[in-house]
């Protein structure tokens, strides 16, 4: 079976939520990389629900999102730190916030994704958990920091 674009890119879209959500679930668990490479992979993609089908995700985006963002945490984390506000270090940070830091800093660290596509695609999961908009705009400017700083040759 060949995907269309749009499939493609909904499920790269998809695993990238789910790695945030995975490494939210992480750090408040206390459970590995790979079991949650496991449970999400058995029992979220692909799932469906009477309203609203979840969207499969791209496996191999999210587990490597999930690789990248354990490994290189602590670079991941001092350069969302250098992004903040002083007064707000990474720790002070909302637990779901600084998820998505970390994944969306892992897939900085991929050269094949251009880093607007990133800031897009992270900003828009923050809308997904923030409606307000407050968040998203916050997250905008740190992952447009973020991305400055990690690959300058892009802007």
């Not at 897939?107 to 307000?132: G, R």
């Not at 905008?140 to 892009?154: C, I, Q, T, W, Y």
């Amino acid at each position: 079976m060949t995907l269309s674009g749009n499939q493609k890119r909904k499920m790269k879209s998809a695993a990238r939520l789910y790695a945030v959500q995975a490494l939210f679930q992480m750090e408040h668990s206390g459970q590995t990389a790979e079991a949650v490479v496991t449970e999400f992979q058995d029992h979220r993609f692909g799932a469906s629900y009477e309203e609203g089908n979840m969207q499969e995700g791209d496996p191999q985006l999210f587990a490597r999102l999930l690789e990248t963002a354990v490994n290189y945490q602590a670079s991941i984390d001092q350069m969302t730190d250098r992004a903040l506000v002083a007064k707000w270090p990474l720790g002070r940070i909302d637990p779901t916030l600084r998820a998505l830091f970390r994944a969306a800093g892992a897939e900085l660290k991929d050269p094949d994704t251009p880093p607007k596509v990133v800031i897009s695609e992270f900003v828009d999961i923050a809308h997904a958990f923030h409606p307000e908009g407050k968040e998203a705009r916050f997250v905008n400017a740190v992952l447009d920091h973020m991305a400055r700083e990690s690959r300058p040759e892009a802007f």
